[in-house]
């Protein structure tokens, strides 16, 4: 059987200043993406971005807070998002299957069933699922939901083997190094002993609804004996390759006694 990887990614990374889309992130995971392949693992994309670049697609500076507004950004800006992927997979000779759930899909039994189905048939099928909330039809994914956690459900549900959270940072930090440059990276954490490590967490990012707190979270909620976890940085030169291959790189997730 093959080992199953899901690689969350934040919309730091799928964005930029300069450009709707980073195509240079893109093409630098979907390059990794067909290295796994070829050694033989099973690849899920959980990719946030869709709100981000439907407000660049507008021109908007500043992230709405009316509901409406947010769902017709995702609806406009996932068109885009999924495009960017498809153009790069097919470059390394991959498909992008575009997968939209919430986070009740995946509490309800049934459905559960069938999300497991299908990403088994895309699998069969060959292609990649990318993940993304359902935000341009559910007002419970904008209110409450953020990817990172959905990343974790989703891992936990296809008893995948390893869940790589990427963001624009190295790792898990006592303190925002945005904000604080001597804040010291921690390299493995037992989520068992969370408090003994007086992490400060900071603010969700410019465009995303998560944080440094919500990342951990979802580690937790997927973790059991047998498989780990990590939080790097998605920019970093073949992160999702280093970290398989057992190099020292971000913060390895735990959970032990």
């Given at each position: 059987m093959n080992k199953i990887v899901v690689i969350k990614i934040g919309s730091s990374l799928v964005t930029d200043s300069n450009d709707f889309i980073d195509k240079d992130f893109i093409r630098s995971i979907s390059s990794q993406i067909r290295n796994l392949i070829e050694k033989g693992y099973e690849v899920?994309?959980?990719?946030?971005?869709?709100?981000?670049?439907?407000?660049?697609?507008?021109?908007?500076?500043?992230?709405?807070?009316?509901?409406?507004?947010?769902?017709?950004?995702?609806?406009?800006?996932?068109?885009g998002l999924i495009n960017a992927y498809q153009d790069e997979f097919r470059i390394h000779g991959l498909l992008a299957a575009q997968v939209l759930m919430s986070h009740s899909d995946l509490k309800d039994e049934e459905r559960s069933k069938n999300i497991q189905t299908s990403l088994k048939n895309i699998f069969n099928l060959g292609a990649i699922p990318i993940i993304n909330e359902n935000d341009s039809v559910s007002t419970e994914e904008i209110q409450y939901g953020d990817n990172d956690q959905l990343s974790g459900e989703v891992a936990s549900l296809i008893n995948a083997n390893y869940l790589i959270i990427l963001t624009d940072q190295d790792g898990v930090y006592k303190e925002d190094p945005k904000k604080n440059l001597d804040s010291k990276l921690i390299k493995t954490?037992?989520?068992?002993?969370?408090d003994r490590y007086d992490i400060k967490f900071g603010k969700p990012g410019e465009f995303g609804r998560g944080g440094?707190?919500?990342?951990?979270?979802?580690?937790?909620?997927?973790?059991?004996?047998g498989n780990q976890a990590w939080i790097a940085n998605g920019?970093?030169?073949?992160?999702?390759?280093?970290?398989?291959?057992?190099?020292?790189?971000?913060?390895?997730?735990?959970?032990?006694?």
């Amino acid at each position: 059987m093959n080992k199953i990887v899901v690689i969350k990614i934040g919309s730091s990374l799928v964005t930029d200043s300069n450009d709707f889309i980073d195509k240079d992130f893109i093409r630098s995971i979907s390059s990794q993406i067909r290295n796994l392949i070829e050694k033989g693992y099973e690849v899920i994309v959980v990719s946030s971005g869709a709100i981000a670049h439907g407000m660049k697609s507008w021109g908007i500076r500043e992230k709405p807070e009316e509901i409406d507004k947010l769902q017709a950004l995702s609806a406009v800006g996932q068109i885009g998002l999924i495009n960017a992927y498809q153009d790069e997979f097919r470059i390394h000779g991959l498909l992008a299957a575009q997968v939209l759930m919430s986070h009740s899909d995946l509490k309800d039994e049934e459905r559960s069933k069938n999300i497991q189905t299908s990403l088994k048939n895309i699998f069969n099928l060959g292609a990649i699922p990318i993940i993304n909330e359902n935000d341009s039809v559910s007002t419970e994914e904008i209110q409450y939901g953020d990817n990172d956690q959905l990343s974790g459900e989703v891992a936990s549900l296809i008893n995948a083997n390893y869940l790589i959270i990427l963001t624009d940072q190295d790792g898990v930090y006592k303190e925002d190094p945005k904000k604080n440059l001597d804040s010291k990276l921690i390299k493995t954490i037992n989520l068992k002993e969370i408090d003994r490590y007086d992490i400060k967490f900071g603010k969700p990012g410019e465009f995303g609804r998560g944080g440094m707190e919500t990342k951990l979270i979802a580690a937790k909620n997927f973790l059991k004996e047998g498989n780990q976890a990590w939080i790097a940085n998605g920019k970093r030169a073949d992160i999702v390759l280093n970290i398989l291959e057992g190099k020292d790189e971000g913060t390895k997730i735990s959970l032990v006694n």
